[in-house]
DNA sequence: GATGAATGAGCCTTCATTCAT
DNA sequence: GATGAATGAAGGCTCATTCAT
């Protein structure tokens, strides 16, 4: 049996990103992937099932990748405060390297493909975190409201000010970066 | 001569909502909303352009009754921790009592079609907003930071937070709401 | 009653003409006719029955004038070959002043449209030359063939010729449409 | 891979022509074509560009056969008014028997998009024509007039008369042709 | 494994025409 | 008479996907 060609694997899902954070998700068909990436379109569907896996399995990988880098090093002895404030670095790092992996990820949450993933596999690397955070409430550091409150202060301000299509004037100075998660940490501290 | 149906114009804005919210921004075709407001597709280019000036002024509409909601009753006399907080309240409501305009706006600014918005049209509703953290900076009663901190921490939680998508199982009780209102407060005051 | 308008009507037939001519027959929409006349779609109903008939109606009267135009002052007593040239010298100076005229007639008549035309009335103007070509043949000054072998020497040359989409350069000076009115009589006569 | 199917390319062309000849230019849509053919819309597209380069392409190919038919066994060394007849006989001939052909590309000369045709390609095969009529005229054989009066001459009454939409009822009887050729001769000859 | 050919369904838009005023 | 609103049908073209090689 022959092999597939990582290389052409790789090159589907660079032109897949390319292409949707260009032009659109809606625009952005089998073909022009495809063309974008060297391949014929028929090439496609030996490595996925059809595009709609196209475009979930590269929003997994990728928010796999940035759950992965959030919790790089991650190291639950520390003070809360510094543990946080490094996914927060972490985090801005990524994205700032990786910035077309982010838009991408952002146009997908947002659209109705985002139901079709599976979010315990997307939320795993995030567990260590959840535990550290929950420890925190009791020994009454932070305070003791739903866990969706504290990650929507942590994460979300982050996500919108790097998003280019939010805040086109945003720079993700070290100054900044410093300054929103400290904001973050004045948010959820009791 | 016939004389424009308003009923008409408002099924199309009504159907371009609904199904939008139903099957997605890119499965929404122009006869598909044609069908669901109960009129000829035909139609729908005498009251707009084209596909894309059918959403983008949808859209726009929306952002601006979403803006004005916000600053309902604002009250720039009061201290600011208490304007603020009613935005925030107001924002919740009108969310809550619109979740339909709401769910568009979102998958919209997170698509490419977000480009096309003239956005200082759409930010006019928000310039007293700016002029009372302003002086609040001038008063040393918040934080000396980027106005996009500021912002992203006031809001970007509450628009995440109330994202079914993003967050299926919050619910936007007063408690929660004045929850997070409140630490919104503390990451911005000095 | 009201009266129907005379210059909408002309302003509809200008308009026909002129669009037909630029962007060419299969692309000339009633409503592209009714926007460059300045009326509504609707008033062009008014005037005609449909599409065909304003088209057809169009290319019948031009297909008079242009008939009348050749026939101006045919003398039957002249000379054949004096009246003939005449016949020729006439349409060429007919087609230098109206060549938005001819150009449509061209594409017209080679149109699937040609066939709806009543070809009798049209050719009623040309009875007076029938009939001094037929008693030439019969004093052996031209040839005894077929008329239609007379006619399509004597004007599709110039028809030919005239066309700038078949001749571009070609430039009708007095001296070339007597030499080809001059060549076409050599083709004819005995 | 698939290999590209030799009989479906040619099953276009010929729908093409039969249907434009049927119903007209302007009618014949490229799903109509498409269903003449017996192959999907979306096939054509694999052949042509679009419609206009499928019109087009049909045009010229149409154009050479007929310029090559013209000019087969053109010998330069008859005297000039056999070759000339030869032409008119081959020409004739060659619309006897491609009538389909012939009526095509009348329609299409006649219509606007003649205008997109490279008409030097189209003209390349009459090359040794215009030499021999060239070297006529230094002989004095033929008339001094320019080239353009000579073809419309030569040829134009044959394409009129061999036009059913404009010449129903002529027949192209050997005698006919003879006599058409014979009176181009008369008509160009010095 | 990899490909370009092939397709029916559907895309966005405009069509010729009629309606209501 | 004159109009812009309204429409079902159709326009050219591209889609996601499968086929044959």
Redesign the pocket.
Known sequence: ?????EN??QAIISATIALVNEIGFA??????I?KQA??????????YK???D?LVSTYVTIKTCLGDALMADFDASLPVEDALMNTGVNLFNYISANSELFYFKEQFANSPYNDLVDKAKVEAAFLPLFDVLQQSVKDKIIKDVPFELIFSHLYYPIFGLANPRLNPDFKATPDNVRAVMSMAWDAIKL
Do not use: C, F, H, W
Request: glycine share 4%; net charge positive; proline share 4%.
């Open positions: 049996m022959r092999v597939k060609d052409k694997q625009s952005s068909s089998v073909s022009k495809a060297g391949v014929s379109p028929a090439t496609i569907y030996i490595y059809n595009k709609e196209l």
